[in-house]
């Protein structure tokens, strides 16, 4: 994952020796401010003891309007999983007064690897802006949705179910991919042909791939093909894992820790037979592939097409 961000860290000494310089900065400007303005304002403030935390515009005694400041970076770092966020529980409940569960699909929470959606985060006391993209795809591909979330009193699960496709995801259409390895480009037969054999050895070489005891022309034409082929970014689900409400308990109570309490299915596919499983403990009963997209699932794993046996 490719990850801009806009943000700011400070060496806690420092930050602690401005906290103290602003805060006095601040009083004086209040009460200069004050003595324009009258005793009512509304300002957009940065919390002074926080620097780059955005405070919202709220009615104050008195204070200036401080402008918040970000630096930007960029960093790459390696995956194990994508997490997925997902819209909070609605509010309101239907005309028969139960709960609604919403519904979203795939697609709409996997636009925050885009590479345009500003994910907002909150590390160590200072407020971050987040955009991320992807550059590179690994065989299986392991998506969590964030289900749950912890407050002061308990914790807390997002119902919501989250449609997606059992075949054929294409990735390329949702989030942004950059790098070579998405921008490779097979040779066609023409330049195949026009090729000598020293010129595909040439360009193995530069994909560091090995062409040892191959002498047949074709072998290596294949073996270029493969090399200089774009990386696969469509795949298909093989394991779905689905986390459930304790037994009388609403999708929207929140009183009982549903991580302790709740209880977990998984999906799992027969290659041999094309048949799905659901599983849970030791019940083992077929389901059909229609239904897994309607389940609460909680990890999904989904396999690159084209894997051949041997790579799996």
């Not at 985060?121 to 971050?128: A, D, N, T, V």
């Not at 912890?150 to 449609?163: G, L, M, S």
């Not at 308990?249 to 977990?264: E, K, L, N, R, T």
């Not at 849970?280 to 051949?308: A, C, F, N, T």
Request: charged share 30%.
């Amino acid at each position: 994952i490719m990850e801009l961000q806009s943000g700011e860290e400070e060496d806690p000494a420092e930050a602690e020796a401005g906290h103290e310089e602003d805060e006095e900065e601040g009083l004086a400007r209040g009460a200069e401010e004050s003595k324009r303005n009258g005793p009512n304002g509304t300002a957009a403030s940065v919390s002074p003891a926080v620097p780059g935390v955005f405070v919202p515009p709220k009615e104050v005694e008195a204070g200036p309007a401080i402008v918040e400041s970000w630096e930007a970076s960029e960093r790459e770092t390696p995956f194990l999983f994508l997490s997925l966020d997902i819209p909070p529980t609605p509010l309101f409940k239907d005309s028969e007064g139960g709960n609604v569960v919403a519904q979203t699909p795939l697609f709409q929470i996997l636009r925050k690897y885009d590479g345009e959606m500003w994910t907002d985060q909150l590390i160590r006391g200072e407020q971050y802006r987040k955009q991320y993209m992807i550059t590179d795809l690994p065989d299986y591909l392991i998506l969590v949705i964030n289900r749950f979330t912890k407050n002061n009193f308990y914790i807390e699960k997002n119902p919501t179910i989250v449609t997606f496709p059992v075949k054929n995801l294409e990735l390329k259409e949702h989030v942004k991919l950059v790098g070579k390895k998405f921008e490779n480009r097979a040779p066609s037969e023409a330049e195949l042909q026009a090729m000598s054999i020293g010129d595909m050895k040439k360009k193995l070489r530069k994909k560091s791939v090995s062409y040892d005891g191959i002498i047949e022309r074709r072998e290596l034409e294949e073996l270029l093909k493969q090399a200089y082929a774009p990386v696969g970014t469509k795949y298909d689900l093989v394991a779905n894992i689905c986390h459930q409400a304790p037994p009388g308990q609403s999708a929207g109570d929140s009183q009982v820790d549903p991580i302790q309490s709740g209880s977990y299915r998984v999906h799992v596919l027969n290659r041999a037979s094309g048949q799905w499983y659901e599983i849970q403990d030791l019940h083992v009963q077929e389901i059909m592939p229609q239904q897994i997209g309607l389940s609460e699932s909680y990890i999904m794993i989904y396999e690159r097409q084209g894997i051949k046996p041997a790579e799996r």
